[in-house]
């Protein structure tokens, strides 16, 4: 018979707790600058609780785990083995990216070999969502933001010509006859979208069960977030056509990325809350 992972686990424990100062020394100088990132870059300051959440998911799926049974799988090893040419090959190219994904993937791979197919599949969710604590590489990062920067200030600037604003563009630059603002990364829409795309897994797989549900209120946190920060140019735009550059650079541009941030998730709660009326 078959031992369940609950058993195998308490059975093999002292391996997995000698597992622990191995990985950690593998990741011993890639831990550090990643907590760094999420302390100092906005981008990706979601990144502190994302083990938390992917935590809860794994304890949410207890029962699953302590019936489930455990089928060893040499697939792991693949995985392992991958995750470790990913190791090293990021730090022979000073790429952070890869070498913090190799982390997931480790995991995977260690879940794979040691408690089989049906574990993995079981905590699929928490391994992946743990993708989110990575920050995208810089270069792919940019290649998104621009295109996005240059959306949200064609559609703001038609918006406040539409309402009489006298205005034109150039590029992700907005001129004013008193101001020229700069439509920044902070404005294109991508900061909010790594958090809403996080916070957003989190709401569908918490409190919906459907998975069209759930893929829709993912799939809603890419325009909720571009029309949120397209509000945000749009009044900034306002402000500065009707009381000056001051208070269009002063406080409320400080604000605004609060303001902008909570009118986003007020608005990714009311999709969900819309998708649950919707499918009762």
Not at 17 to 38: E, K, N, Q, R, S
Not at 116 to 125: D, K
Not at 157 to 167: E, N, Y
Request: glycine content about 6%.
């Amino acid at each position: 018979m078959m031992d369940t992972a609950a058993a195998y686990f308490r059975k093999n424990r002292i391996y997995f707790l000698l597992l622990l100062p191995f990985v950690a020394v593998l990741y011993a100088t890639i831990m550090p600058d990643l907590f760094d990132d999420w302390l100092n870059d906005p981008n990706y300051s979601h990144g502190l609780l994302v083990p938390f959440i992917s935590g809860w998911f794994a304890w949410q799926r207890r029962g699953d785990l302590q019936a489930s049974e455990v089928r060893s799988s040499n697939a792991g090893l693949v995985v392992i083995f991958t995750a470790l040419v990913m190791l090293i090959v990021g730090a022979a190219g000073t790429e952070y990216f890869t070498q913090r994904i190799s982390l997931v993937l480790l995991l995977a791979g260690i879940i794979l070999y040691w408690f089989g197919r049906e574990v993995l599949r079981i905590l699929a969710l928490p391994v992946v969502f743990l993708v989110f604590m990575v920050p995208l590489p810089y270069i792919v990062y940019d290649a998104i933001a621009f295109p996005l920067k240059l959306l949200v200030a064609k559609v703001s600037v038609a918006t406040l010509k539409a309402a009489g604003v006298i205005v034109w563009r150039e590029g992700n630059i907005i001129m004013f006859p008193n101001v020229t603002l700069e439509v920044a990364d902070a404005c294109s829409g991508l900061r909010s979208l790594m958090s809403l795309l996080a916070i957003g897994v989190s709401y569908a797989f918490i409190f919906h069960n459907s998975r069209l549900q759930r893929i829709l209120l993912i799939l809603m946190a890419v325009p909720i977030a571009m029309i949120s920060n397209m509000f945000r140019v749009i009044a900034t735009g306002f402000l500065a056509q009707y009381y000056g550059a001051a208070a269009a650079e002063g406080f409320f541009h400080e604000f605004a990325g609060l303001a902008v941030f909570a009118l986003a998730m007020g608005l990714l709660l009311l999709t969900g809350m819309i998708l649950r009326r919707i499918g009762r």
